[in-house]
């Protein structure tokens, strides 16, 4: 492999093993842009944890979709979920050949629940949500979660996000949530431009959004509290140092579901 991939770099910075010298090269280039990316992509993956936690506890979701997998890193979002109901579906989607070959290796789900891998591109979102592996996984009578931890980042604004993610919040059924983490350029521009030159000069797409645009994407949905936070706020287990030092912004909405007005059917 000669070609560095989002999926690989962000596994390296991780500290995961499923990457390449390629990899590795453009994840050394970017620590030396900005020294703390890898704890910014652990305190990424936490929030993930930490939101299907609240998910499935509070909230009472049993059904998942996850978009932007990645190579796989113990505890997923599966098992996470499934050790608190162990009868929660989910759904995985990715386009990268390697990581649904890891998916579907490594990736067992609790027999009273179920885990499938659904190979499409979330610019192709209709391809997402007309999968026959979606169909025969979720109950669409029933709320599902819609995780994007990371990934809305790989899409250029061409892509058009807004679009994409109006058209999941039309799909979901009643009562569902959507949760998004998205690196911002907000909270240190300097650092993040350097970034954005390294994964550019490797022929990587990597776009951070302002507050202003992530909040635009849960679209009339109810943020749920703390709101649109950094990473590091978003309902930590402790008051972190600062909670400003990773770069991401982060939050969970919920469908609202309004009454019918009168004499409307």
């Known amino acids: ?10 596994d390296y910075l991780l500290g995961g093993k499923d990457n390449f010298a390629v ?16 704890m910014m992509a652990r305190a990424n993956r936490e929030w993930m944890l930490r939101v299907t936690g609240f998910l499935t506890r509070q909230a009472g979701i049993r ?10 890193t113990t505890p997923n979002l599966h098992q996470a979920a499934q050790d608190i109901a162990p009868n929660c579906r989910v759904v995985y989607v990715d386009n990268d050949p390697l990581v649904l070959a890891h998916a579907r290796a490594l990736l067992t789900s609790d027999p009273r629940g179920r885990c499938e891998f659904v190979d499409a591109d979330l610019r192709d979102v209709d391809q997402i949500l007309t999968s026959p592996a979606l169909a025969g ?21 061409d892509d058009n996000p807004p679009a994409i993610l109006a058209t999941l919040r039309e799909w979901a059924p009643p009562g569902s949530y959507l949760a998004i983490s998205h690196p911002t350029a907000d ?7 350097a970034v954005v030159d390294v994964t550019r000069s490797a022929g990587m797409t990597f776009v951070p959004r302002s507050q202003e645009q992530v909040t635009q994407m849960f679209g009339d949905w109810d943020l749920i509290q703390p709101g649109l936070v950094p990473v590091l706020a978003w309902r930590p287990q402790a008051p ?12 969970v909405a919920r469908q609202i579901t309004r009454p019918a007005r009168p004499g409307v059917i």
């Open 240 to 251: 972190p140092d600062d909670p400003e030092a990773a770069y991401y912004w982060t939050g």
């Open 1 to 10: 492999m000669n070609v560095a991939h989002p999926a690989r770099v962000y």
């Open 137 to 157: 996984t979720l109950d669409l009578a029933q709320p599902v979660a819609i995780i994007l931890a990371s990934v809305l980042m790989l899409l250029t604004d």
């Open 23 to 38: 990899d590795r090269a453009v994840g050394e280039a970017i620590k030396a842009a900005e020294p703390e990316v890898p």
């Open 63 to 72: 059904q998942f979709l996850d978009i932007g997998t990645g190579i796989p």
């Open 187 to 193: 909270l240190n521009p300097v650092a993040m431009a």
